[in-house]
């Protein structure tokens, strides 16, 4: 993962589950594994493995696994925080503030040789909306708490965090973007989220709203957000993900003036948390009890 050599994490699983055996798989390796560590495999690693009990997804996503034939009694896990909720927590700021305090604007002025200081914006007009209050969201929420602005919170099931507005469902989805002006989006992508960034949902929020979108591309229906930027609705836009990636090198992202963005580095996986999650969690799933970050398969995360 994340320009890690295989050896690095194989030597790193070794240590941390001497138990264990513990291989690299490669297409055509006999079956007889009990668990599997994944990131990005291919279709056939499961087809060929169909003894397998469990997979631990090295990502918070699992989106891209869900989408391959698994067996229905497959025990799922994802990586839960494992170093990445405080990576979250430093874009999702950076960008706020970055936007807040009118940064690009100084930067300009810098290139122009221009010194004017810009009138301050008050906190209270910057509400921030964050959708997803999973481990991840959770400590976003947290640290934009320590910067004093108010903070809301939407999620499927209804979630209580201290100092955030929570809203919970699709009936309050409406008040959470009407009450939002920056809007960080950490949602697990399924079928009920697939395109729900799209101008009925955007063009909710607060006039010069901001969007960060540190999830996954394929919640938001770009056109949609070109054209809220275009006609001034939306005031920018940070975005870590994108529908395609690598993005294409002619796309309109790359140069609009009102897009900040990065790509997919948002939180990385770091290899130590990674694996000592790995192994608590197989562990875990030896003793017979459910695993953190065990996914429910009825609902896609
Ligand atoms: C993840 C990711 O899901 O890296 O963890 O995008």
Same mark, same amino acid.
């Given at each position: 993962r994340d320009g890690d050599p295989p050896d690095a994490w194989l030597d790193d699983l070794r240590r941390a589950l001497p138990e264990a055996q513990v291989d690299v798989w490669r297409p055509g390796l006999p079956p007889g594994y009990d668990h599997a560590v994944v990131w990005n495999v291919p279709q056939q690693l499961f087809d060929e493995q169909p003894q397998l009990r469990a997979v631990v997804n090295l990502a918070a996503g699992v989106d891209k696994l869900l989408d391959l034939r698994l067996p229905p009694a497959l025990a799922i896990v994802r990586l839960e925080d494992a170093g990445m909720a405080v990576q979250m927590a430093e874009y999702a700021c950076h960008a706020l503030i970055r936007f807040f305090r009118e940064f690009d604007a100084y930067a300009d002025q810098q290139r122009a040789g221009h010194w004017a200081p810009r009138r301050p914006r008050a906190r209270a007009d910057f509400p921030v909306g964050i959708m997803g209050l999973g481990a991840l969201g959770a400590r976003v929420a947290q640290?934009?708490? =320590? @910067? &004093? @602005?108010?903070?809301?919170?939407?999620?499927?099931?209804?979630? /209580?965090? &201290?100092?955030?507005?929570?809203? /919970? &469902? *699709? /009936? *309050?989805?409406? #008040? @959470?973007? =009407? #009450?939002t002006r920056v809007l960080v989006c950490l949602l697990p992508l399924t079928d009920a989220t697939r395109g729900l960034l799209n101008q009925g949902t955007l063009g909710q929020l607060q006039p010069g709203g901001y969007l960060i979108n540190v999830a996954r591309g394929a919640l938001l229906v770009e056109d949609d957000l070109r054209h809220l930027l275009d006609t001034?609705?939306? %005031?920018? %836009? %940070?975005?870590?993900?994108?529908a395609q990636e690598p993005l294409p090198a002619d796309h309109w992202l790359w140069t609009h003036p009102r897009v900040a963005l990065t790509p997919h580095v948002g939180a990385q996986t770091m290899r130590g948390e990674s694996v000592a999650q790995v192994a608590q969690a197989l562990r875990a799933i030896e003793r017979g009890e459910a695993p953190v970050g065990l996914v429910r398969r009825d609902r896609d995360y």
């Open positions: 640290a934009v708490r =320590q @910067f &004093d @602005f108010p903070v809301l919170g939407w999620s499927r099931t209804r979630h /209580a965090l &201290d100092g955030v507005r929570c809203f /919970a &469902d *699709e /009936a *309050e989805l409406g #008040a @959470f973007l =009407q #009450a001034g609705h939306l %005031a920018g %836009a %940070a975005l870590d993900v994108m």
